[in-house]
Structures are given as C-alpha cells and as structure tokens.
Nanobody, 123 residues
Framework: QVQLVESGGGLVQPGGSLRLSCAAS????????MGWYRQTPGKQRELVAT???????NYADSVKGRFTISRDNAKNTVYLQMNSLKPEDTAIYYC?????????????????WGQGTQVTVSS
C-alpha cells in the first residue's frame, strides 16, 4: 500500500529555517506532480508549492522567494526548504503526490496524502 511519510517539522523562531521531507513508498510505477499544502484550524487547506516530474515549480504568492520545493526522483522524495519563516507560516504541512501504483492487484493512478507535520514559528 502506498504511504507518504513527512518529517522535519518542529518549532523555530521567526526568521529561522526548516526543511521538510516526504518519502513515498509502496508498489509505485511512476510519480507525476508532488506538492506541499498547509492548514490552520478553521481554515481550508491551501497550496504551498508543487513540482512536476520534469521539475517545473509553482508557489503560493505568500511563500515566493522564501520557500523552495525540490524532489529526488530516485528516492521518490519531495523536499520543502523554508527560509525566513514568519509566525503566519505556522500550520500543519501535508505532502501530496499524484502517482500510479499497484493496489489491490491493479494499476491505479490517484492522489495520495501524508499524515501531516506541524510547523510552529514563534519566539
């Protein structure tokens, strides 16, 4: 069964940096886009950044110039380097992947989500 496992969250002071990682595992045939989303209590989950299999990236305006998304296709892993963090970046960050995998004996393409990792920016 496909799993996305995030790591790297934590508590950091304003202006600090964190690096999130998300590794996809299971009977994966191919991975298309991968991305990061975030959510705070009472708000909808919002896009942070995405990256295609070819390496094209897209960022929310609020993180442009501060966050960098990258991926290692050999490791089925996506990263989010977060610099110049602000208190408003505090949220649960979720990894997302559009991929094709074998589940229940057949080839399925769908979007998978990780369990989330907490990022808190506070002094």
């Amino acid at each position: 069964q496909v799993q996305l496992v995030e790591s790297g969250g934590g508590l950091v002071q304003p202006g600090g940096s964190l690096r999130l990682s998300c590794a996809a595992s299971g009977s994966i045939f191919s991975i298309n886009a991968m991305g990061w989303y975030r959510q705070t209590p009472g708000k909808q989950r919002e896009l942070v950044a995405t990256i295609t299999s070819a390496g094209s990236t897209n960022y929310a305006d609020s993180v442009k110039g501060r966050f960098t998304i990258s991926r290692d296709n050999a490791k089925n892993t996506v990263y989010l380097q977060m610099n110049s963090l602000k208190p408003e970046d505090t949220a649960i960050y979720y990894c997302n992947s559009d991929l094709r995998a074998r589940e229940y004996g057949i080839s399925i393409r769908k979007t998978y989500w990780g369990q989330g990792t907490q990022v808190t920016v506070s002094s």
